[in-house]
């Protein structure tokens, strides 16, 4: 990719990741992907009173070439599955997933045919926001977090190395269905 | 250059013809290979992923130069299966599923149901007055919530931003009293059948009344704006028309009939939760364009501000009043309070069913649990919903679960006008008609 | 019409509390008698004088809760609405509702259409119904043009087919989908959801109460 994927491990390839860390997370664009009522929501935290232009990010690009951050922002129908990728391949990488929504998380409410339970079977998602809709404020402490998260990627050698432990733990990891509760 | 190659950038031959995917960068030989095509007409997709189309619409435009030749719309992407699960859910869980339909009037999605469901019932009558009334004060609060979506989302799309931020303003207010009221800003299961969820609030009357003065005086903003203003009129006026016979074929219904000359009203002409008791006019315009539309809208604002302050007023003078109906084999058991720990159970209501009183305690385990029975049979229950006729077809078969609930939603009628008022038009107007009949894709798919 | 047994919704889960044994049938609406009340006589009588062939076309005609429905045989759907719509100045059709009865034998989908005249100010409701063997219905979209989109929804969901529909085709759910999702013999297609250390069944497939 760019010359900071070619850096050696160090402390200049410390810095460089804190800078472009820095840079990506004060200007995120978000692609316009308002599904159903947590659009709504999403545009009432872009509009006057809980204003998203504070972080950089009042220019919902109506193209995803342009975009960096999908919210998908609610409820993603079977028919809708396949555009979602779609606007999701076309996004050039960096690119982060927030799931808004109880309904974009894990299908919410509506456990039936029509819906697909949760985006993150058609797309990686970074963060997942509950809620029915879950209010401007929550959607700017996702955004918020998803910030934090975004300073402290790791670029090159030490992003492959995340990457590898990460695998492992999931591949080890106990399915939820079979964790024990509080009580065991 | 990578060598990355696009899966959606190649043009590719099918039986329709060639499919260019336009990705940037790429218009030059997009031109060329067009210039090169036999075809004069060109057939344009639009969404479901974009901008100005008031949600995930899909419109097919075959374009001949800037001219619309054929407009279809594909919709379905928003397909919940609403309907459907409704019928796993016993009756009152099934307003927890309507109120999502239409996601920017779910006190209209919920008020339908219910009606439908108290027809069933044959309780219409016991509804209790102050219930009545404070539905028709949240209908006609999130009439103005809705409005203020319709007209801020359409001027956005026809490229004034000011609106947009102006109405989202005037909404906030508005959610501001839904919140104070029912808990939640949208989606809020706060009618049930049989009444309300529950009272009103202490101080919510004076909030309401500051914030109707509020809102009369903000009004201003958006029609100091675009009222009258020539370029917004060059944009909406003489476009999307539909006449009144082809608006009752098609059955459309709301502004978009009343933009025709028609003052057909529901709230006038079959009134329900004691609308006939409210002073109020009904709004028409006789252009059959855009510009009558939106301007239908616009006075529709003050005409519910006038109808939530002789509700409030009646609300003062039926203080202490119950909200849900008297049978106590139907109304909701829970009676919530606000404690230290938020809104839950009150403790008087918890030691009445734990401590006092047997019949308290069955009737809140089985209406919590099963649910009542409705007898058999089915209603149809019509509402005027900001966006035309929102009606209810509720079949019950004298269970605990509804057994066929449809919505006639309007937006899903309305929408299929799109073809009759955008052939022959421009492709800019397309989103000017769109965004005048208001289609909410929730509504529309369910 | 139908019969429900036990009292629970899932069956065979070795419930011990004896309300298994419940068997309920829900009765089936008759034919209503004459007069039937506000303007419903008024309008029978002047689709009477103005269809002459009133008594073979309408199997019942049913006044229920302050609605007035007509059941209407599905070869002759097109010439009652015609007649409707003209006669009786019934202009606007508020689209077509799709119901499944299963326990009902030959009749298993229905079809209802609320008319509304905002002449008279007036509302009834037309009812059609079909066996599963041959679904299929008159086209009502050269009456009232709105009932285009309302017809795929029914066909999309239902099955039921309208003959001379002029573009007959899914609409809600995708275009290669199998199946008609809101018939009663479709299963709501949820999955179980999953917690920690244990997964609650979907909906349908819970033990609730009928």
């Not at chain 2, 933009?259 to 028409?284: A, H, I």
């Not at chain 2, 492709?427 to 369910?446: E, H, L, N, Q, T």
């Not at chain 3, 004088?49 to 009133?54: E, G, L, M, Q």
Request: hydrophobic share 40%; aromatic share 8%.
């Amino acid at each position: 990719m760019g010359l900071e994927e070619k850096l050696p491990s160090g402390l200049v390839l410390t810095s460089v990741e804190k800078l472009a860390g820095y840079m990506r997370k004060n200007s995120l664009w978000p692609a316009t992907f308002g599904l159903a009522c947590c659009a709504i929501e999403m545009m009432a935290a872009g509009a006057g009173r809980y204003d998203l232009a504070r972080f950089g990010m009042e220019v919902f690009r109506a193209s995803p070439r342009q975009a960096d951050l999908m919210i998908v922002a609610g409820r993603v129908s079977n028919k809708m599955a396949p555009v979602l990728r779609q606007i999701y391949d076309q996004m050039a990488a960096p690119k982060w997933v927030i799931a808004m929504g109880a309904c974009a998380s894990s299908g919410g409410m509506f456990n039936n045919y029509a819906i697909v339970q949760g985006v993150d079977h058609v797309v990686p998602v970074d963060i997942y926001l509950p809620g029915c809709p879950p209010r401007p404020e929550m959607l700017m402490d996702a955004i918020l977090k998803l910030h934090d998260h975004i300073y402290d990627e790791k670029l090159g050698p030490n992003r492959e190395k995340i990457i590898k432990e990460v695998e492992l733990a999931a591949m080890n990891a106990v399915p939820t269905h079979q964790m024990k509760g509080l009580l065991a | 250059m990578s060598t990355y190659t696009d899966p959606y950038a190649a043009s590719r031959e099918t039986t329709e013809g060639t499919v260019f995917s336009v990705t940037g960068g790429d218009w030059d030989s997009l031109v060329t290979e067009i210039g090169q095509a036999k075809e004069e007409r060109v057939v344009v997709n639009m969404g479901p992923q974009h901008p100005s189309t008031h949600g995930v619409l899909r419109l097919v435009l075959e374009l001949e130069g800037e001219t619309v030749t054929e407009v279809r719309c594909g919709i379905g992407y928003l397909h919940t299966g609403i309907e459907k699960n409704i019928e796993y859910r016993n009756w009152t869980q099934g307003v927890t599923f309507v109120t999502r339909m239409d996601y920017l009037s779910p006190l209209f999605n919920e008020a339908a149901y219910c009606l439908g469901v108290e027809k069933l019932l044959g309780i219409t009558n016991d509804v209790p007055e102050r219930a009545s009334v404070i539905r028709v004060l949240m209908m006609e609060l999130n009439r103005i919530s809705s409005h203020m979506v319709a007209l801020g989302t359409g001027a956005l799309e026809l490229g004034a931003l000011s609106p947009m931020i102006f109405c989202f303003r005037e909404r906030e207010k508005v959610l501001d009293i839904f919140e104070l009221i029912s808990g939640l800003r949208m989606n809020m299961a706060y009618i049930r059948p049989g009444g309300v969820q529950q009272d009103l609030p202490a101080g919510a009357l004076a909030k309401i009344r500051a914030t109707v003065k509020d809102l009369r005086h903000s009004f201003k903003d958006n029609e100091n704006l675009l009222v009258g203003n020539s370029i917004w009129m060059k944009r909406t006026e003489g476009i999307g028309y539909l006449d009144l016979a082809g608006a009752t074929t098609l059955g459309v219904t709301g502004p978009v009939l009343r933009s025709t000359g028609l003052p057909w009203d529901l709230r006038k002409m079959q009134p329900y939760c004691g609308y006939e008791n409210y002073n109020f006019d009904v709004v028409t315009a006789d252009t059959c364009d855009v510009y009558g539309r939106f301007l239908i809208r616009v006075n529709e604002l003050e005409q519910s501000l006038r109808i939530i302050e002789q509700a409030v007023d009646k609300l003062e003078k039926l203080e202490g009043a119950p909200v849900m109906v008297a049978d106590k084999k139907i109304a909701w058991p829970a009676q919530l309070a606000l404690g230290g720990d938020g809104l839950g159970n009150s403790l008087d209501h918890i030691r009445d069913i734990m401590g006092t009183s047997m019949e308290s305690l069955i009737h809140h385990f089985k209406l919590v649990t099963e649910g009542f029975r409705v007898p058999a049979g089915q209603v149809y229950t019509a509402i005027e919903s900001p966006r035309g006729e929102l009606g209810a077809h509720v079949v019950s078969d004298g269970g605990t679960r509804p057994f066929r609930v449809h919505f006639r939603e309007p937006s899903f009628n309305n929408l299929q006008s799109t073809s009759a008022m955008c052939e022959g038009s421009m492709v800019a107007d397309i989103i000017g008609a769109v965004a005048s009949i208001d289609p909410v894709m929730g509504g529309v798919d369910r | 019409m139908s019969s429900e047994n036990g009292m629970f919704g899932a069956q065979g889960t070795g419930d011990t509390s004896g309300y298994g044994g419940l068997v309920r049938t829900a009765a089936s609406t008759g034919s209503s008698e004459r007069p039937y009340g506000s303007y419903f006589d008024s309008v029978t009588d002047d689709l009477e004088r103005a269809y002459p062939d009133f008594a073979d076309a309408i199997e019942r005609v049913v006044v229920d809760r302050g609605e007035l429905t007509l059941h209407v045989k599905a070869s002759r759907l097109v010439e009652v609405s015609m007649i409707l719509r003209d006669k009786l100045k019934f202009e606007m059709c508020l689209g077509v509702s799709g119901v499944n009865y299963p326990d009902d034998k030959d009749r298993e989908l229905h079809a209802v259409y609320p008319l509304l005249s905002m002449t008279h100010n007036q509302r009834i409701r037309l009812e059609v119904s079909v066996p599963d063997s041959h679904p299929h219905i008159p086209s009502l979209v050269e009456v009232w043009a709105g009932n285009n989109w309302n017809e795929r929804e029914t066909f999309d969901m239902f099955g039921i087919i309208f003959d001379g529909h002029p573009g007959l085709t899914r609409i809600l759910m995708p275009d290669d989908w199998q199946g008609h999702p809101q018939r009663k013999d479709y299963a709501l297609g949820g999955i179980s959801v999953e917690y920690k250390g244990a997964t609650t069944p979907a909906p349908d497939e819970r033990r609730s109460y009928r």
